[in-house]
């Protein structure tokens, strides 16, 4: 019997509920005019689909009974065999009938003694996790179809509350779903409205609507039998499509040619292409074409594709093609046209977001429609008329309405994980409701509700106003510095780039305002460097802007740190001045505000991290992840930190604000100085990333303008034994295999190099892995008593060969004590690989040559995860912390389900010293019932998150308010 039933509960075999004995059902020829015959799409839910039927082999009712193959209200059938539309073991309730049905031979009948189960009671408890198990134990498989014996499903056992307890749980449980169905009933009713607001602010936006000033009136259509054309803005015009760009059909193939030797493979564009959020190249046809006719309709970055013809619904899509491919050329095919933009007359995006929106209604007018389908002639769509702003206002309004865009996609995202969060929040009613734990139902809110049959009326209690964390000024300033980058993405610049960029603007706007303001000046340039970008325009600014930064990357310290071979990365003038003027118009509050440079830029880092067309997240490790690592180790003001994979220096800001927070009195000023001069340092190896983490520990006053070297280095951190050591070491090293790159380029990781294995005399095992060697180089950065946290993937705790050596010796002269297995979703730029975290301390050699590991203890914060959310509470690592207890030793520490500990003896005699334990945690104990409460939280963070980001646009929806405003009420 299961323990841990409330008392009364008992555990009981299907067999022993039975009013009578199960009965199998009856399959066969179909009679003409038969008792129709339940299908197994029947059993989909709790109650039984009587529609699902069909013509049965009994030819009348009488015969049906006769061979006991009726079902009547009150009947249980369950599924025998696996099938469309019901799993095996599946249990339905029959309710009222409306004539006679049979059920087949995939189907048993169950009728049960109503004295000791109630048959609702039974269909709810069939489909827990504990029953669940024991039905797939006993499936047998043949012929590639699973079934299960009816003697089998007697044996199922059952928890058997008294029959009134029953009733009760039947009840609350129900009210409890309907709950649940309403609240997800209104979050995707707000998806809907989401999407009417997209619609909404893309259209008026692409229109003019919401820019200021006077507008010209509507238009005569070129068309006559058209409406006249929306008013625009003065300074807009409309232009037809043809004389923007040039518009040409894709190619008709012909299959006599696919063997042609001299023709060209190419990759061809179909319409169903045009949806989607990725182009899915390797689902793409490729046909062989004449070379002179794939070269005049190839595609290049930048050409704005439409669909010509097929369902009246897609027709006019339009979409970007933003890939190129060096190995294979790519066409649109005959359904698909490539409309190429001619100079700079419109932004591609800006064509791309109006076909889909206003003017997909002026396509759809023109286009002919036959037999269910649509099709548009070439001269339709070169008539398409195009409002055109000038070209100084194209990139504000594309910047604009992307990040309108992209504020929608994350509502849009976090109501649809709390939708599917919402069928766990049921599984998590229903388990509790079976062991007796679910609360009762409280009472409608109103009289307008329906009552529940049988609810339990519970007195309203006072509502107690929860506090929500509306976006705060920071995560409003850094989204808004984000949001000039998706259409200067355009132009090939990714998002690391990007933030180099923005860094440089940001350093001489900050050099400026040290160079003003009334007390402490600091002259760090010598010049108004940020001044004197205003006095410069067109290529003259790019010539300026160039030289200066070359000037600014031959200086020592800090600012040729940051500026050590800074390159001007946006070509147009244009760019390069908007970009300018939005940061000296958006960053206002840069001079006013300076307690928010810092989490601002840190934010802004974080954002970048998330740009998932670029593979910016490998350099920057998980915010709360860095938290949690950090409040773990408690870094203090006697430590030398060091990080020797920097990426962009979260470790170590993070490191110092911990030791500012925790700062204890009367620490002398010259300890207190020494974070700045070399107590903090870290390593790293791409150029790009070393300026962002300069930039980064500045603006939170770890790096000073006077230090000399810089905090950050750039070097290959393995290439030599460290000069220095350090009482802390917090690292996050890159993923994969050290390879061989020809001196001449100095870029990692090229295709086709080979991995070279790493050999250092004071390393155990010669490796091409690179996390085995930065763990090997980590040991040797640590003085005897220092203590280390390494993010690792999966592999480092498996791997054989140098894995296993290398693990040895690591639990042999180091006090491995801890290790916490990451869910999904912390690994930036991987998102497939799974991350853990090894904490240890570097030990002096025992007398006695014991291992330096006495226990290793691991905490599976994996179990159950499938990704790790945005909001800090939603990851569970605050219950890791707690159970950790930093600043206290490890014997200290609880057992639980999920922190255990190993010991040494029993790790090391493991085959290849294998430390992948997670496996060993599930195995011991069936997994924990989720709790509904818990479940329930997670979905209202997530709804709080979206509510936060309506809020916002709210906000900034709302029209300044004038005289005519406040006359108008």
Not at 180 to 199: G, I, P, W
Not at 436 to 448: F, K, M, Q, R
Request: hydrophobic share 40%.
């Amino acid at each position: 019997m299961r323990t841990g039933l409330p008392p009364g509960w008992t555990e009981v075999p299907l067999g022993e509920l039975l009013r009578e004995p199960l009965a199998a059902g009856r399959s066969g020829q179909a009679v003409p005019g038969g008792v129709p015959v339940l299908r197994l799409p029947a059993l989909r839910s709790a109650t039984a689909d009587l529609t699902e039927s069909r013509e049965g082999p009994c030819a009348s009712a009488a015969e049906a009974e006769a061979a006991g193959h009726l079902i009547r209200p009150g009947d249980i059938l369950m599924s025998r065999n696996d099938g469309p539309g019901a799993r095996i073991g599946r249990a339905a309730l029959v309710g009222e009938t409306t004539g006679p049905t049979s059920y087949p031979a995939t189907m048993v009948r169950v009728r049960v003694d109503e004295r000791l189960i109630d048959p609702e009671y039974l269909v709810l408890a069939w489909d827990s996790r504990v029953v669940r198990r024991q039905i797939e134990s006993s499936v047998r498989q043949g012929a590639g179809l699973g079934h299960i014996a009816a003697r089998d499903l007697e044996r199922v056992r059952l928890p058997l509350p008294p029959r009134s307890e029953q009733e009760r749980i039947k009840t609350s449980l129900a009210f409890w779903l309907v709950r649940v169905d309403e609240e997800e009933a209104a979050v995707r009713d707000t998806l809907r409205q989401v999407e009417d607001l997209r619609t909404l602010v893309i259209d008026q936006g692409l229109l003019g609507h919401t820019t200021t000033g006077p507008h010209a009136g509507p238009e005569p259509s070129a068309a006559t039998h058209r409406a006249p054309l929306p008013a625009i803005p003065l300074g807009w015009r409309w232009v037809a499509l043809g004389e923007l760009a040039e518009v040409v059909r894709g190619p008709v193939t012909n299959s006599r040619h696919a063997d042609d030797p001299y023709g060209v493979e190419v990759g061809s564009l179909r319409p169903a292409e045009l949806r989607g959020e990725r182009w899915a190249h390797k689902q793409m046809p490729t046909v062989r074409l004449d070379v002179r006719r794939a070269e005049a309709t190839r595609l290049s970055p930048g050409d704005v594709l439409y669909v010509l013809s097929g369902q009246p619904d897609s027709l006019g899509l339009a979409r970007v093609w933003e890939q190129d491919s060096s190995h294979l050329m790519y066409v649109p095919n005959h359904h698909v046209a490539r409309v190429r933009i001619t100079g700079d007359a419109l932004h591609p995006r800006l064509l791309a977001l109006y076909a889909n929106g206003p003017g997909r209604s002026w396509l759809r007018d023109a286009a002919r429609s036959t037999a269910g389908l649509a099709s548009l002639g070439l001269d339709q769509l070169r008539q398409m008329p195009i409002p055109v702003p000038p070209l100084t206002e194209q990139g504000t309004l594309l910047a604009s309405l992307e990040a309108w865009n992209s504020e929608l996609n994350s509502v849009t995202s976090s109501a649809e994980e709390a939708l599917a969060m919402a069928f766990r929040l049921r599984d998590g009613c229903r388990e509790q409701a079976l062991t007796g734990s679910l609360p009762h139902g409280a009472a409608p809110s109103s009289e307008n509700d329906v009552r529940l049959k049988g609810a339990v009326t519970v007195p309203r209690a006072t509502p107690t106003r929860r506090s929500v964390n509306r976006p705060s000024e920071v995560e409003r300033r850094a989204e808004h510095l984000w949001s000039f980058f998706p259409p200067l993405s355009d132009d090939g610049l990714t998002a690391l780039e990007y933030g180099d960029q923005v860094t440089y603007l940001l350093f001489l706007k900050a050099a400026q305002e040290l160079r003003h303001r009334p007390l402490n000046r600091v002259d760090v340039l010598g010049r108004d460097a940020w001044d004197e970008l205003a006095l410069h325009e067109g290529t003259d600014l790019i010539r300026y802007y160039g030289a200066l930064l070359a000037e600014l990357g031959e200086r020592g310290g800090v600012i040729g740190r940051i500026f050590h071979k800074a390159q001007n990365r946006l070509r147009r003038p244009m760019h390069l001045q908007n970009l300018i003027q939005q940061i000296e118009e958006g960053l206002s509050w840069w001079d006013k505000r300076p307690e928010w440079r810092a989490p601002v830029f840190d934010a802004f880092l974080a954002r970048c991290a998330q740009d998932h067309r670029t593979a910016a997240g490998q350099y920057f490790t998980h915010r709360q992840l860095i938290d949690v690592i950090v409040a773990c180790c408690r870094p203090t003001v006697e430590d030398t930190i060091v990080d020797p994979a920097a990426g962009t220096g979260g470790f170590l800001v993070r490191s110092f604000e911990h030791i500012a927070r925790h700062l204890p009195p009367g620490v002398p000023p010259a300890q207190r100085e020494q974070l700045s001069h070399g107590a903090i340092r870290g390593t790293e190896l791409v150029d790009a990333t070393a300026r962002l983490a300069s930039m980064n520990l500045f603006l939170h006053g770890v790096e000073r303008l006077d230090g000399n070297p810089a905090a950050i280095e750039v070097r290959d951190s393995l290439t030599a034994s460290p000069r220095r050591q350090a009482t802390l070491v917090l690292a996050d090293p890159p993923l994969g295999q050290r390879r061989w790159v020809p001196p001449s380029t100095g870029a990692p990781d090229l295709h086709g190099s080979e991995e070279l294995a790493l050999a250092r005399p004071d390393f155990w095992a010669a490796t091409s892995h690179q996390q085995l060697n930065f763990i090997q180089h980590i040991y040797t950065l640590l003085e005897i008593g220092g203590r280390a946290a390494v993010v690792v993937p999966d592999g480092v705790l498996f791997i054989r060969g140098a894995g296993e050596r290398v693990r040895r010796q690591l639990l042999k002269q180091c006090d491995v004590h801890t290790l916490l297995r990451l869910p999904t979703g912390f690994s930036g730029g991987s998102s497939g690989v799974k991350l853990n975290v090894l904490f240890f301390e570097k030990a002096a050699a025992r007398p006695d040559g014991s291992p330096a590991t006495r226990h290793l203890w691991v905490y599976d914060a994996r179990t159950g995860d499938t990704a790790v959310a945005d909001s800090p509470e939603s990851s569970g690592l605050d219950a890791f912390v707690a159970a950790y207890r930093p600043g206290h030793p490890p014997d200290s520490r609880v057992a639980s389900r999920a922190f255990k500990p190993y010991s040494v003896d029993a790790l090391l005699t493991r085959p290849d010293v294998n430390l992948d334990l997670g496996a060993d945690l599930g195995e011991e104990e069936p997994r924990e019932t989720p709790e509904p409460h818990l479940i329930a939280q997670q979905i209202s963070g997530r709804l709080e998150d979206a509510w936060r980001r309506f809020a916002r646009l709210a906000e900034e929806l709302t029209p300044p308010r004038d005289a005519r405003t406040f006359r108008s009420g």
